[in-house]
DNA sequence: GTCATTTGACCCAG
DNA sequence: CTGGGTCAAATGAC
């Protein structure tokens, strides 16, 4: 891919950041060279990593569009034609053929599997992001309603991140909050502590990928490589549900920078759990750890594979 | 007048 | 077929 071959309409922010994570391609090969273990887990990752530039790549408009997404995964655990691999395919297809339908109210292509991360909150917190109400539903078997959030930059910025955020039945003080998708939109905020949150332990984290297709699988190879923090471009307009915002952390985790959690603690996070439940990209695995000040517990992963140690050395 | 929320309709996945 | 997720018109707040 040469640098040369922008197309002409790009604007300049993009240009560079198809630069840069050009760089960051060329630069991965490098490393490879340099370790040259072609078998090992460098390896995959090495594919992996790759993997990722080039679909971040050809997502923002690059010149190698004609290029096929890289899935890093079905170098080595390739589903044979899922069921939501077809699914997928139909998806694209079904949007060039049935942008008609679009204009009709409730049609649209509902995202099955993204990265989902489930917490539950004693309070309702500002996560630093922006979110708009798009809806509320009864739930069967459940006393309360849940309320459905959409990121306020969906439409500027085409951010697909959601949030649902739900009483708890049996603890009526505390709320469900999961967090489906994550954020794309450029303005990632700082996340924010608030008062009667910031006591770790009120708050578990689930977090699960289920990531069937290749494009959600991309992502959050992505996100997993993109640790860098993440500077605050605005403040963030008050969360719907009206909550307090009492200060904010420069500790703020890789989670917190993608999906907008907000409890960042700056005491040790006591209880974190994590579901991890990548079909294609990671297999199952439990295990628990400290890290730094930060107790993980991530489900869904095996032993066999490496990638959640390297998820884990990310997360650290 | 503008923007956010509410609410019923609609569609999709299971 | 049903429940859940999303859309968009209606409504409310500022």
Not at 198 to 221: A, H, Q
Not at 228 to 248: A, I, R
């Amino acid at each position: 891919m040469e640098s040369s071959s922008w197309p002409e309409s790009l604007p300049s922010r993009r240009i560079k950041a198809i630069q840069e994570l050009t760089k960051g391609e060329i630069i991965t090969k490098k490393l490879h060279a340099m370790i040259g273990r072609p078998e090992n887990i460098e390896s995959d990752l090495k594919l992996q990593i790759l993997g990722m530039f080039e679909n971040t790549l050809q997502i923002l408009g690059s010149s190698n569009i004609n290029k096929t997404p890289h899935n890093p995964t079905n170098d080595h655990v390739r589903s044979p034609s899922s069921k939501d691999d077809q699914k997928s395919e139909d998806s694209a297809e079904s949007i060039n053929t049935k942008i008609p339908l679009k204009t009709k109210r409730g049609c649209y292509k509902r995202r099955k599997k993204a990265l989902t991360i489930t917490k539950v909150a004693s309070t309702l917190i500002d996560d630093g992001y922006v979110w708009r109400k798009y809806g509320q539903k009864t739930i069967l078997y459940s006393k309360h309603q849940r309320n459905y959030f959409r990121c306020g930059h969906k439409f500027e910025q085409g951010c697909q991140a959601t949030k649902q955020v739900q009483k708890i039945d049996d603890e009526p003080s505390k709320y469900k909050i999961t967090y489906i998708g994550l954020h794309t939109c450029k303005i990632l905020q700082r996340a924010h502590i608030i008062g009667e949150a910031s006591d770790p332990r009120d708050n578990s984290i689930l977090i699960s990928f289920e990531t069937n297709t290749l494009m959600e699988n991309n992502k959050v190879d992505t996100f997993f490589l993109s640790t860098k923090h993440q500077q605050k471009e605005c403040f963030p307009s008050l969360d719907p549900l009206k909550h307090e915002q009492v200060s904010s952390s420069d500790h703020h985790t890789l989670w917190d920078s993608v999906v907008g959690l907000s409890q960042v603690p700056s005491e040790p996070m006591s209880m974190m759990s994590c579901t991890l439940d990548c079909d294609d990209m990671v297999s199952s695995r439990v295990f628990s750890s400290t890290c730094g000040t930060h107790d993980y517990e991530i489900e869904g992963m095996t032993e066999s594979h490496d990638y959640g140690d390297f998820l884990f050395d990310q997360l650290c």
